[in-house]
């Protein structure tokens, strides 16, 4: 079990951290991702952080996201910076036993957190 949290209303140029729980599994021992769906669009990927902690980014929010976790906590995390509102989206986690940007390889996924950026 995944569960997002964090989301919510931010004006342009702002920042958000987004936090996803993980319960249920031995979610350390997996690789986290985020991924986020605007309307229209396929799910697509935004970073990834394997369970040795290293790291991947995706275009287009390479260089303004940063992913982490904490394993005493079995929780990872998704601080986002200079939001545009193209970065408007559902965003969620999901979590398969390595990083890749496929959506189909994770098997397990959070219900998602809204991100709207608006003035």
């Known amino acids: 079990h995944l569960a997002e949290s964090g989301g919510g209303l931010v004006q342009p140029g702002g920042s958000l951290r987004l936090s996803c729980a993980t319960s249920?599994?031995?979610?350390?021992?997996?690789?986290i991702a985020w991924f986020r769906r605007t309307p229209g669009k396929e799910r697509e990927g935004v970073a990834c952080?394997?369970?040795?902690?290293?790291?991947n980014y995706r275009d287009p929010m390479k260089g303004r996201v940063t992913i982490s976790r904490d394993k005493s906590k079995k929780a990872a995390y998704l601080a986002m910076d200079n939001l545009s509102p193209e970065d408007t989206a559902v965003y969620y986690c999901?979590?398969?036993?390595?990083?890749?940007?496929?959506?189909?390889?994770?098997?397990?996924w959070g219900q998602g957190t809204q991100v709207t950026v608006s003035s």
């Open positions: 999901a979590s398969s036993t390595t990083c890749t940007w496929g959506s189909f390889a994770y098997g397990f």
């Open positions: 952080i394997s369970s040795d902690g290293s790291t």
């Open positions: 249920g599994f031995a979610s350390n021992y997996y690789a």
